[in-house]
């Protein structure tokens, strides 16, 4: 026999009540918590109403222009089987206490990341269509926070 879990039980809550949210999540939109640092990504879209230890998450928006002395905004270019993209103009620190988390382009309805650690270099490669378009690359920066080139 299988135990109920709370979260089963307050997801068959959630799903079976009507939804007064006038407002909805976007699909690839990125919370984040400000008491545990939780960060989620919207898979499928719902109530505006995301919540982490028992407060609100935050919408993360994505800069796209430079701040700082530092370059976070991701470089694109094309390569033979799509694209190779850096972390910044000047390469990003990938210190402990500061380096590039992650970096994720999405394209043709699929989302693809590569996640790093301290000590790599902030640079993916994405095998993506030659002919793409629409394509939006992302990288989150555990100092700065979210970034975006189009
Ligand atoms: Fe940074």
Known sequence: MIAKTEEAVDTKTTTDAACNCK???GLYEIYKC?????IVEVIHSGAKS??????PMELMTAKTEEQGREK?????E???HGISIKVGSVEHPMEAKHYIEWI?????GKELRKFLN?????VVEFGIPKDATGVVVRE???????WATK
């Open 23 to 25: 407002e909805k999540t």
């Open 34 to 38: 400000s008491i545990c640092g939780n």
């Open 50 to 55: 995301l919540v982490c230890c028992k407060k």
């Open 72 to 76: 976070h905004l991701p470089v694109v």
């Open 78 to 80: 094309k390569t033979e």
């Open 104 to 108: 994720s382009v999405i394209v043709d």
């Open 118 to 122: 301290p000590g790599d270099k902030p």
């Open 140 to 146: 989150y920066c555990n100092i700065h926070g979210l």
